[in-house]
């Protein structure tokens, strides 16, 4: 079953806190091995109905028995939260959080590696000032390229949960809908590169962060 696989999990996260050294582990300052309370069953239903669509099985199942959010990869996971505008990730306790989801967005279709084809085309076309008669020319088709350019760019991110502030504006994402759903992919764009897949799925992602850390501690 889902839940097994997160067997004693919480347990082994908590008690990384009382490790010696243990804020010397990356992002251990931005989340100190805290984790936030586990949601109920009417939450998950509550949230997955902003949502549109199920959660994936191995995310709900974290949720339902290891916590909201809190101690995780990086500077710690975003927790889902309701608010007045309905449910969203947020980074309930963390010092350092990835930008807020709200659950309405992230039900949307996921269609990131599309958008990036649309993104390389349209940079290969970006209007160059030598090619117009007038300055205020060229300032309107630029004005209209860079809006279409960040429609593109925003559009990217929908699909999709920004869980985890990776640092330097580098983020890992858990996406929700298509095929691609309860994999969790990076975004790289900071560095001229994309939202990509990192070809795990999100209990493979966790549980090796924590053996890592279980071994950097024990070293």
Request: aromatic share 10%.
């Given at each position: 079953?889902?839940?097994?696989?997160w067997?004693?999990?919480?347990?082994?996260v908590l008690r990384l806190?009382?490790?010696?050294?243990?804020?010397?582990?990356?992002?251990a300052?931005?989340h100190?091995?805290?984790?936030?309370?586990?949601?109920?069953e009417?939450q998950l239903r509550s949230?997955e109905?902003?949502?549109?669509?199920?959660l994936?099985?191995q995310?709900r199942?974290?949720?339902?028995?290891v916590?909201a959010g809190?101690?995780?990869p990086?500077?710690?996971?975003?927790?889902?939260s309701?608010?007045?505008r309905g449910w969203q990730?947020?980074?309930?306790?963390?010092?350092?959080?990835?930008?807020?989801?709200t659950?309405?967005?992230?039900?949307?279709?996921f269609?990131a590696?599309?958008?990036q084809?649309e993104?390389d085309?349209?940079?290969a076309?970006?209007p160059e000032k030598?090619?117009?008669?007038t300055?205020e020319?060229?300032?309107?088709?630029?004005a209209?390229?860079d809006?279409?350019?960040?429609e593109l760019?925003?559009?990217?991110?929908a699909?999709a949960v920004?869980?985890?502030?990776?640092g330097?504006g580098?983020t890992?994402?858990l996406?929700?809908?298509?095929?691609?759903r309860g994999?969790?992919?990076?975004?790289?764009r900071?560095m001229?590169?994309g939202i990509?897949?990192?070809?795990?799925?999100?209990?493979h992602?966790?549980?090796?962060?924590?053996k890592r850390?279980e071994q950097?501690?024990?070293?």
């Amino acid at each position: 079953m889902v839940e097994d696989m997160w067997a004693g999990v919480r347990e082994r996260v908590l008690r990384l806190a009382e490790r010696p050294e243990s804020d010397k582990v990356f992002g251990a300052r931005g989340h100190g091995f805290r984790l936030g309370p586990v949601m109920s069953e009417e939450q998950l239903r509550s949230l997955e109905a902003d949502l549109g669509v199920g959660l994936p099985a191995q995310y709900r199942s974290f949720l339902l028995h290891v916590g909201a959010g809190g101690a995780g990869p990086h500077y710690g996971l975003m927790t889902p939260s309701l608010g007045d505008r309905g449910w969203q990730w947020r980074g309930v306790g963390l010092a350092f959080s990835a930008q807020s989801t709200t659950a309405e967005f992230a039900g949307r279709p996921f269609v990131a590696e599309v958008l990036q084809s649309e993104i390389d085309a349209l940079d290969a076309r970006e209007p160059e000032k030598e090619a117009f008669a007038t300055d205020e020319e060229f300032r309107h088709a630029h004005a209209a390229w860079d809006a279409r350019y960040e429609e593109l760019y925003d559009a990217q991110e929908a699909g999709a949960v920004f869980l985890s502030e990776q640092g330097c504006g580098y983020t890992s994402l858990l996406v929700m809908t298509g095929p691609h759903r309860g994999a969790v992919w990076e975004d790289l764009r900071p560095m001229d590169r994309g939202i990509e897949p990192t070809g795990h799925d999100f209990a493979h992602w966790y549980r090796s962060w924590l053996k890592r850390t279980e071994q950097q501690l024990d070293a």
